[in-house]
T-cell receptor
Framework: DARVTQTPRHKVTEMGQEVTMRCQPI?????VFWYRQTMMQGLELLAY????????DSGMPKDRFSAEMPDATLATLKIQPSEPRDSAVYFC????FGAGETQYFGPGTRLLVL | GENVEQHPSTLSVQEGDSAVIKCTYS??????FPWYKQELGKRPQLIID?????GEKKDQRIAVTLNKTAKHFSLHITETQPEDSAVYFC????????????FGKGTHLIIQP
């Protein structure tokens, strides 16, 4: 049963520190999404890639967030410097578009910025 | 951009009764509408989806209906069971799901024994 994996599962850091979250999409999937979930805002789209190319990052605070796909098996989301308001659960999802539209979510990274 | 409204925010029903959750969307170009179930501390999991060329879809106790003219869609769960207790999210997107999802705020469904 193929699943999206994310590391770390939990991260506690201090304000101003750099945070890197990693995602391994389901093998063969060509699209990767990053979402953020908070109690106040719910689930929000941050950015997404297709065939490793960024398609939309309009949901991301550009000054501190960056997303990349160094290769087809790894997507990263980086926050530098982190702030307390970045505390949230960050989900990665992947899908194979052109052969179905379902987005499969990873377990999430629970981030707490003190 | 797309805006998705979801109601109610909390729904409590007796075990065995039906539950209905409703969503509206704003972008007439949206054509893919999935529903996700999220248990506490877990990932969202797709339970059913519908495309704009279909008015209704069923999967055992779960059904989704779509009214394109009114721009609203609904999730129906029949014969509810304790394991149905969770938060349910509706979402919408264009290009058949190839784009990122815009989610509703979620409905906390509570099944009373």
């Amino acid at each position: 049963d193929a699943r999206v994996t994310q590391t770390p599962r939990h991260k506690v850091t201090e304000m101003g520190q750099e945070v890197t979250m990693r995602c391994q999409p389901i093998l063969g999937h060509n699209t990767v999404f990053w979402y953020r979930q908070t109690m106040m805002q719910g689930l929000e789209l941050l950015a997404y890639f297709r065939n490793r190319a960024p398609l939309d990052d309009s949901g991301m605070p550009k000054d501190r967030f960056s997303a990349e796909m160094p290769d087809a098996t790894l997507a990263t989301l980086k926050i530098q410097p982190s702030e307390p308001r970045d505390s949230a659960v960050y989900f990665c999802a992947s899908g194979l578009f052109g052969a179905g539209e379902t987005q499969y979510f990873g377990p999430g990274t629970r981030l707490l910025v003190l | 951009g797309e805006n998705v409204e979801q109601h109610p925010s909390t729904l409590s029903v007796q075990e065995g009764d039906s539950a209905v959750i409703k969503c509206t969307y704003s972008d007439s170009a949206s054509n893919y509408f999935p529903w996700y179930k999220q248990e506490l501390g877990k990932r969202p999991q797709l339970i059913i989806d519908i495309r704009s060329n279909v008015g209704e879809k069923k999967d055992q106790r779960i059904a989704v209906t779509l009214n394109k003219t009114a721009k609203h869609f609904s999730l129906h769960i029949t014969e509810t069971q304790p394991e149905d207790s969770a938060v349910y999210f509706c979402a919408a997107t264009g290009r058949g799901g190839a784009d990122g999802l815009t989610f509703g705020k979620g409905t906390h469904l509570i099944i009373q024994p």
